[in-house]
């Protein structure tokens, strides 16, 4: 198909309402999208077993966790890129003499390195998942970790920042910040996919609403923030649609043709 396209969504505030859930008429997009013959892909902060049932539900196999880290086309992994393990331990460690506990993750799971703290409670609830994650500090031994969870009350986080340039923090809650390796991002991970796929400039497409959209919202051509949007991300991106709550997804997938 000449026109196909492929279109990239954020979950968190894009797909998913402040509810965490679905919108029907989102649902309904997605799979016209699909039966014109688009390609639809993720591209989350999330780690792959936090949206499983998203993706089964949606049936897509394309995506990007991890802010780029984890990377998925077609059901097959396609590239990955590791935090550094020492600095990872020793940015734990520290953190653990200030009572700030790190949560390590891979592709498949989520542990802590405390057996239970009120930071980690709080702001993965907000996620709404099944589970918050179990205790295991040896988690990083033998296993690839492709992001980690620092939970520190907001402007703790310069701290680490001044001694781990190897990594970005990105902060997603008041009391969470995202670690991640220097320079991975949404964007490198949707590189990757469209290196691939064959798909050119004009015809990829994003959404998205958080900081960590930025720069894939300032690299694809089409892009489109959401009206729930941060500011820093609407002032970035090539076109701003209603919020989450109100169809934004459908009403930008109109702003710029695809439905």
Known sequence: MEERGIIFFDIDGTL???DKNLPGSTKEAIFQLKK???EVAIATGRAPFMYADLRKELDIDTYVSYNG???VLKGEVVYTNPLNASSLIKLAEQAMQKEHPVVFM???DMKANVPTHPYIEESISS???E???THDPFYYKGRELYQSLLFCPEGSESQYIQHYPEFDF???HPLSVDILPKGGSKAKGIEKVVEKIGIPKERQYAFGDGLNDIEMLTVIENSVAMGNGEEQVKAVAKHVTKSVEDDGLVHGLKM???I
């Open 131 to 133: 589970h918050l994650p």
């Open 36 to 38: 014109e013959g688009h």
């Open 69 to 71: 880290q984890y990377v």
């Open 256 to 258: 710029v043709g695809l």
């Open 16 to 18: 998913l309402d402040h």
């Open 170 to 172: 990105i902060r997603w």
């Open 127 to 129: 996620l709404k998942l």
């Open 106 to 108: 891979d592709h498949e």
